[in-house]
C-alpha cells in the first residue's frame, strides 16, 4: 500500500449500525465531504438496507459525496449476541461490510452498532495480523493536558495476560505516534500502585515484559493518572478499561443533573446558572467522546473503527477522516513489523 | 455489646496517620466533642509519640474532650511496606492501636494514614470474623441520586473470587442498611453488560451466587450505573475499584484546571468564571470524598475505619461519628450472623 495523492480512498460504512440510522451515516459521510481538511479524494460505500438508503439520501445535499451502496437484507442490533451473528445473520450490513473490506473493495470499514458483534465478525472475517494474539479496542480519554490518553483494552478482551497486555502496548504506541505524533509515546500500566511489586502475577510479569522493550515505558500508573494525562497509553485489561470508559462516559450526565437541581432551587440560583453556561459548556466538550472519532479496533487485517451509537453526523465524518489517516500512515503493516515473530527473531 | 446510653465509646486514633498529623487528628477529635448531634460520650486515645501529640494539644483548646494518649515509638509511613510492618516496626502507632482495640481498651480505631498497612496489621490484629474469607475496604461515590453508592472491593483484594464477591455484597448490604437506613440495599454486580454470561468465570459464579441469596440483587452494572445510583452497593474485585475510586478522585482536578485555563484567556472569561463559582462549588462538593467519613474495613473482628491521608478536621470529626454507629449497630455480630458456617447450615 503505497501513499499517493490521487488515490480514492474506500470507506465502507455500516449504514444501519446507529441509533439514527441511516440519517446519521449518510449526513456524516455529507460532512465529511464538505470538509476541504484533506486534499483526498474518497468514496463512502454505504452497507445496509437500499430503499432505506436512498429514501435517505433524498433528503440532503449529496453534491460532492462521491458514493456507492451495497445491499444488505440483515442488521446487527444491539441486542444480538456477537457471538453468533454470523450464524444467525449471515447477510448482515456488518459482515456485508467487512467482507468487502476483506476482499480489497474498501480501504476501511466503519461502524457505529454493537461494539462485540464488530470485534467478533472483523475478527473472524479479517483474520489477525501476523504476531497479534488477540484484537483491542482503544478509547481516548481527556486529560488537563493538550493530548488526551489512549486507554486499551476497553472491552475487547477481558482477560488481562501479560502477552496481551504487552500487545497493547506495541499497538497503542503506533497508534498515538501516527495519530497524534508523539514521537515516543509514554507507556503506562494501569495498576494499584506504582510498585513493581504491585497487581497479579500477569500484570507484575507484563511489567517485565514493558520494561525489557523498547518502548517508552514509564512504569505503574494509577487511577489517578489518567486525567492528568501522565501516560500517552494506558494499558490494562479489558473489564477495567470498560468500567473506567462507561464511568467516565457518566460523568457529565451527573454533573449536568447536579447543576438543574442547583438551578431550581431558586431564581437567584438559575440565574447564576445561566450566567455560569459558557464556562460549564466549556468543561463538557471535554468530555465529548465523540469530539475523538470514534475508537479503533486494533490488531485485526483491516482498518476498522467504531463509534458511539448515538454518534452525530460530525462525530461519524470524523472517525471517516481518522480512518483515511490509518491508511494513510499504513499502521497495520507497522504493527506487523514490532508484532511478528520474524522480526522479533531477527531482532534478537 | 449492648446498646448503652450512659456507656461512653472509646475511640482510638492513630495520631500519626495523617499528611498533617498530629495537628488535624487532634483538631479532628476536638470538632467531634464540640458537635451536639449525638448524645453520647466519647474518649479519644491518642495513640503516637507522645511529646508531638501534647505539643500539638496545647495549641487548641480542648475543653470539652475526653482524651488519653498512649505512647508508640515508631510510625508507618506511606513508604512503609505493609506486609513487613509487623516485622520491622512493631512498636509503630498502627499496631498498638490496633492492639488495644484488640485487647478490649477501645472499641474502635482509625487511622488516615497507610491503608494497605491498616488492612494487613489490622487483619493480623484483629483477625477475621468468623465466616469472612477476606476483610474489605468500600469507597462511596456521589451519586445523581440523594444517597452515595458503596463499592467494594476498593483494594483489598485484587482476586475476584465468587466467594469473596459474595462476601463482600453481604458486608456491603448490611453496612449501607445500618449506615443509610435503606431496609433491602440494591446489590449490583459490576460487569461489562448486563447479560448474566457477561464477565469472567468467577464473575459469572459470583452472578449465580448472589441470585440464590436472600439480598437485594438487581443483576450485573456497568460503569456507567455507579453515578446513576443504580444500585445502593456495588461489588467488584479490587483492583478495578481501586482504579475508580482514584480515576473518581481525580475528576475534580481535572475540572478545576479546564475552569481555570478557561478564566486565564480573557478578562471576560475570568468574570464569568467568577459568577459561575458558586454553582461549581456546589457540584465539587458532591465530589468531595471527605464529606462521607473514612471508609470502613469489613471483615475484621473490630470496628476499622480508614481516612484519605490529606482528611480535613472535620472528614476526622465525621469518621469518629461513623466508628460509634457502628460500634452502637454492632454491625459485626450482624455479619457473622449472615456469614458463619454454622448459620448458614441452620438455614439449610
Do not use: W
Amino acid at each position: 500500500m503505497e501513499i499517493n495523492k490521487n488515490r480514492i480512498y474506500r470507506i465502507a460504512i455500516d449504514a444501519m449500525g446507529g441509533d439514527l440510522a441511516p440519517d446519521n451515516e449518510i449526513q456524516g459521510a455529507i460532512l465529511a465531504s464538505k470538509n476541504k481538511k484533506f486534499d483526498i479524494d474518497f468514496e463512502i460505500i454505504f452497507i445496509g438496507n437500499e430503499t432505506q438508503i436512498r429514501q435517505s439520501l433524498t433528503q440532503y445535499d449529496t453534491n460532492g459525496l462521491r458514493y456507492s451502496i451495497v445491499h444488505a437484507d440483515e442488521t446487527i442490533t444491539m441486542d444480538d449476541d456477537p457471538t453468533e451473528i454470523l450464524k444467525k445473520k449471515p447477510n448482515s450490513s456488518l459482515h456485508k461490510g467487512l467482507q468487502y473490506h476483506a476482499q480489497g473493495y474498501a480501504d476501511s470499514f466503519i461502524s457505529i452498532g454493537n461494539t462485540g458483534a464488530v470485534l467478533s465478525v472483523a475478527t473472524v472475517t479479517l483474520g489477525r495480523i501476523n504476531g497479534v494474539s488477540r484484537p483491542t479496542i482503544g478509547a481516548l480519554f481527556p486529560t488537563i493536558g493538550k493530548k488526551p490518553t489512549l486507554i486499551l483494552d476497553v472491552g475487547a478482551n477481558i482477560e488481562a495476560k501479560s502477552r496481551f497486555l504487552y500487545e497493547f502496548a506495541v499497538m497503542g504506541s503506533i497508534y498515538v505516534n501516527l495519530t497524534q505524533g508523539i514521537e515516543n509515546p509514554r507507556i503506562g500500566l494501569l495498576n494499584i500502585g506504582e510498585e513493581s511489586s504491585k497487581g497479579t502475577e500477569e500484570i507484575i510479569k507484563t511489567y517485565d515484559l514493558l520494561k525489557n522493550s523498547n518502548m517508552n515505558f514509564i512504569g505503574n500508573i494509577e487511577g489517578r493518572d489518567i486525567l492528568l494525562g501522565s501516560a500517552d497509553v494506558v494499558v490494562c485489561d479489558g473489564f477495567t478499561g470498560n468500567v473506567i470508559l462507561k464511568f467516565a462516559e457518566s460523568i457529565t450526565g451527573l454533573l449536568k443533573t447536579k447543576i438543574k437541581n442547583y438551578s431550581k432551587s431558586s431564581i437567584f440560583k438559575k440565574l447564576l446558572t445561566l450566567t455560569a453556561l459558557p464556562v460549564l459548556k466549556n468543561i463538557f466538550r471535554d468530555f465529548d467522546y465523540q469530539e475523538y472519532g470514534g475508537v479503533p479496533l486494533l490488531g485485526v487485517n483491516g482498518i476498522v473503527l467504531i463509534g458511539h451509537g448515538k454518534s452525530s453526523p460530525k462525530a461519524i465524518s470524523n472517525i471517516i477522516f481518522r480512518a483515511i489517516e490509518l491508511i494513510r500512515q499504513e499502521i497495520n503493516p507497522k504493527i506487523e513489523n514490532s508484532l511478528s515473530p520474524k522480526v522479533m527473531s531477527n531482532n534478537g
